[in-house]
């Protein structure tokens, strides 16, 4: 098993919909956790840090529940340039700052 | 832009050949983590440095090593390249001293590596 999956999608979505993605991990001592946007060809980039129950960052929301070792990302009102890889990430309890990463789910949002 | 950057860009090597990475950090950041991310797939951790010292290590063979200098640069080495070392490597840098943004790590753009 994975240490942390993810659908890898793609996700067809329409412009101004809601999209959810999901990630499950498999070490409950994990404590830090992540949203990664990722362009093609392009470095990862940081959208969220989900660091107690969840948060929200405009259309962006993101939850978790370490009972069930599992976080999401919601996307409301999509646009067309929310079009990306989105990247669950991971750290570990005492793993020194590491960062165990999804393989990421593809988002196309279509006009 | 996070203020790491990344050289060269682009490199195409041969099989057998050695090559070197180089990684400047965010202004302020001490630690520094390299990854190699194949096509379709997250990024794989080979190791992290803080101040000067390997600080973790992924499941890479020791062909692939690392420094990490007193201004926090940081260059990685491969040996005796593969074909399927052919990757995008990635440089992010992070600052363990930032309390709750200690884990968060932000990225160069990247040097994509081809091996043939």
């Known amino acids: 098993r994975k240490e942390v999956e993810q659908d890898p999608g793609p996700f067809n979505v329409p412009e101004g919909a809601t999209v959810a993605f999901n990630c499950t991990y498999s070490?409950?001592?994990?404590?830090?956790f992540f949203w990664y946007r990722q362009d093609c060809r392009k470095e990862p980039k940081l959208l969220m840090s989900?660091?107690?129950?969840?948060n929200e960052d405009g259309r962006f929301t993101a939850q978790l529940n370490r009972a069930s070792q599992y976080i999401s990302l919601l996307i409301r009102d999509s646009k067309l340039s929310d079009s990306a890889t989105y990247l669950c990430v991971v750290s570990p309890r005492g793993s020194n700052y590491q960062l165990i990463w999804g393989a990421g789910t593809k988002l196309i949002i279509k006009p | 832009e996070t203020g790491v950057t990344q050289s060269p860009t682009h490199l195409i090597k041969t099989r057998g050949q050695q090559v070197t990475l180089r990684c400047s950090s965010q202004?302020?950041?001490?630690?520094v983590s390299w990854y190699q991310q194949a096509l379709g797939q997250g990024p794989q951790f080979i190791f992290q440095y803080y101040r000067e010292e390997e600080n973790g290590r992924g499941n890479f063979p020791p062909r692939f090593s690392g420094l990490q200098f007193p201004n926090y640069s940081s260059e990685l080495n491969v040996n005796a390249l593969e074909l399927d070392d052919s990757a995008l490597y990635l440089c992010a840098s992070s600052d363990p001293g930032l309390a709750e943004r200690s884990y968060e790590q932000y990225f160069g753009p990247g040097t994509r590596l081809t091996v043939t």
């Open positions: 070490n409950s001592a994990s404590q830090s």
């Open positions: 202004s302020g950041h001490n630690t």
């Open positions: 989900v660091y107690s129950s969840g």
